[in-house]
């Protein structure tokens, strides 16, 4: 009788429930999976955040740079040419697009249009589109900005064609 209920006791155990290794152990692996499913979350969370404020800057630079530039499609006349700025005569005001390195902004004519920028040139092209650095006989510049926006590098370059400019000899 004792060997019978030695048998009925262990098999009552061991339908009874789980051991606190057991438990233990699936603690343990429901812990394991937890974190990793929220570390997931922070790590989308993140990058999201910071491609939203890389595209909140890239915007508004590419914004004010394509605004000054279709302003500057209707310039009359360059009065200076340089690779970190540009003065020109646009509805008969002069208008100065300049790169300030120390401060590492872009400004139109004083006003700052573009921060965090690491570089900044512009390029001068003559009518039949050979490099030039005279400033009557620009017809076309390109732009070349390049900034940081959280530890992300961006680039942004555009090319104007100056409509209006009037021929100077």
Do not use: C, H
């Not at 155990?13 to 057991?22: H, K, P, Y």
């Not at 300030?100 to 872009?106: C, L, N, R, Y």
Request: glycine residues 6%; charged residues 15%; proline residues 2%.
């Amino acid at each position: 009788m004792k060997a019978a209920m030695r048998t009925y006791t262990n098999r009552a155990m061991r339908a009874g429930g789980f051991t606190l290794v057991e438990m233990a152990i699936v603690m343990l692996i429901v812990g394991i999976i937890s974190y990793v499913i929220a570390a997931g979350f922070l790590m989308s969370s993140r990058t999201m955040k910071t491609m939203e404020r890389r595209s909140d800057v890239s915007a508004f630079l590419q914004e004010a740079v394509e605004r000054t530039v279709d302003t500057l499609r209707s310039a009359s006349s360059i009065v200076a040419a340089s690779p970190s700025s540009i003065t020109a005569v646009v509805n008969g005001s002069q208008m100065t697009i300049a790169y300030d390195s120390t401060a590492k902004t872009i400004t139109r004519n004083g006003a700052v249009i573009g921060a965090n920028i690491s570089a900044f040139a512009i390029s001068y092209f003559d009518a039949i589109g050979n490099p030039t650095t005279i400033p009557g006989a620009v017809r076309s510049a390109t732009f070349v900005i390049n900034g940081i926006s959280g530890n992300e590098p961006w680039r942004l370059e555009t090319t104007v064609s100056f409509r209006k400019l009037r021929l100077q000899v």
